[in-house]
């Protein structure tokens, strides 16, 4: 954290400023019985290095996992130190927001760079600066989808997609009376693709798919791919898990007409919940729809390489009523960290971090089902996560876990209740330790 002094004169004038009377007004909106009513039993004036071993006694009061098999979108992979050194570089100091490209040159380069690397993972040719998260990823490939296919308003979404982003996505499409969201079923872990042809019709904008989905399973981009666009609908695909683009086809080669999802996996860390980084890539010919920032290279009056905001009306900035989207954030410094792991990594880099997800993945499911109280659930081929059944006490299971310092599996019982066994075992989601 940054040190930023101020003299007590200044702390004067900023409260006047904004009308209080002390820093302990700005309190006002935190019931007095959630407030500290003392110092912070610390060293008074006591040196740094003092200090900083204070707090690590503090932090280290909490539990520290040595492997974690939580997943469902948030994965702690190892991250390069060098990763944290770069973003520190002078280079990348420049405005937040890009508006006056003369004196953003540096994160106009990398927010650039970072949307080449995501259309050549996606295989689809343009994408925006980036999104808050996966789920607000999705709300934009939807609502974009309606306003390219124009007359239809009705988007199917897969039951395999993540619980969580398809609630992000009924929140978004509620205050929209015109617009409908229509679950499609799972067969076997993956979409039901006759249920899927079922609900085709001339209302439906697009279908998404997760790539992989939530539970684990590879989904078949291509044979979803034939009657949705038959029935003249998009396909998306959404993908949770970024380190998957070095196992799979990229989705904009196998029929997705837009793919999105969470790449918070490419040099960034969970961090108790974020921030993440929702990407979001499409076909040039919807690229005038394409919602928030997306930055172009261009040639300046000497012949030299510089580069801009294009695509994007005023509107999308000042005037929210005639807005694309109100939700076009630039997640500038987690764009970058993935820009740089991406680069450190290269190609055979991250195909090679995929075969581990997906080695140790194998492994970890063979192992567990050689425990007498663990049941396959599905044998759809899968990435890095999968499903399984406890059949025996799972509170008993996860309180041993926690004492060994692991994090165990996802119950899915409370996303999909009819996978639960009819005892008390619930359905574990696992991934492998990085």
Not at 35 to 45: G, I, M, N, Q, Y
Request: with cysteine; proline share 5%.
């Amino acid at each position: 954290m940054r040190y930023l002094p101020s003299s007590p004169s200044e702390d004067r004038a900023l409260l006047d400023t904004i009308g209080v009377p002390d820093a302990e007004a700005l309190l006002a909106g935190i019931p007095a019985a959630a407030r500290l009513k003392r110092e912070l039993d610390l060293p008074t004036h006591g040196a740094e290095q003092e200090v900083a071993w204070q707090m690590m006694g503090l932090a280290n009061k909490n539990m520290r996992f040595c492997a974690q098999f939580l997943g469902a979108g948030a994965y702690d992979h190892f991250v390069p130190s060098a990763i944290d050194a770069m973003i520190s570089r002078q280079e990348w100091f420049t405005a937040y927001t890009p508006y006056q490209p003369e004196i953003s040159q540096g994160t106009l380069q990398h927010i650039f760079e970072y949307q080449t690397l995501i259309c050549d993972l996606t295989g689809l040719e343009v994408t925006n600066a980036s999104l808050y998260d996966g789920g607000t990823a999705c709300v934009e490939a939807a609502l974009m989808a309606v306003r390219v296919a124009k007359k239809r308003n009705t988007v199917l979404i897969s039951r395999g997609l993540h619980p969580m982003y398809r609630e992000v996505l009924k929140t978004n499409f509620a205050p929209h009376d015109d617009l409908k969201l229509v679950e499609v079923g799972l067969k076997d872990g993956v979409t039901d693709l006759a249920d899927l042809q079922a609900k085709l019709s001339s209302d439906v904008a697009a279908v998404m798919v997760g790539y992989p989905n939530f539970l684990g399973a590879v989904e078949d981009l291509a044979a979803l791919a034939e009657p949705i666009h038959a029935a003249g609908a998009l396909l998306v695909s959404v993908t949770q898990e970024a380190f998957a683009f070095g196992w799979f086809e990229a989705p904009g080669k196998v029929g997705a007409d837009m793919a999105c999802g969470e790449a918070m996996s490419l040099g960034n860390k969970p961090n108790f919940g974020g921030p993440f980084l929702g990407f979001l890539a499409v076909k040039d010919a919807h690229k005038r729809e394409i919602p928030g920032r997306v930055v172009g290279q261009a040639k300046d009056l000497n012949g030299q390489t510089g580069y801009v905001l294009t695509l994007t009306a005023r509107e999308q900035h000042i005037r929210r009523d005639k807005a694309t989207s109100n939700i076009c954030s630039n997640q500038g410094l987690v764009a970058l960290r993935a820009n740089i792991f991406m680069h450190l990594a290269g190609p055979e880099g991250l195909k090679g971090l995929a075969a581990q997800n997906a080695a140790k993945a194998q492994y970890l499911r063979q192992r567990l089902l050689e425990l007498p109280d663990m049941e396959a659930v599905l044998d759809a081929p899968f990435f890095n996560e999968f499903v399984l059944r406890y059949t025996g006490d799972y509170a008993a299971l996860q309180e041993a876990c926690l004492k060994e310092s692991l994090l165990p599996g996802l119950d899915l019982g409370r996303f999909y209740p009819e996978t639960r066994a009819a005892s008390s075992g619930a359905p574990r989601s696992s991934t492998p330790a990085r």
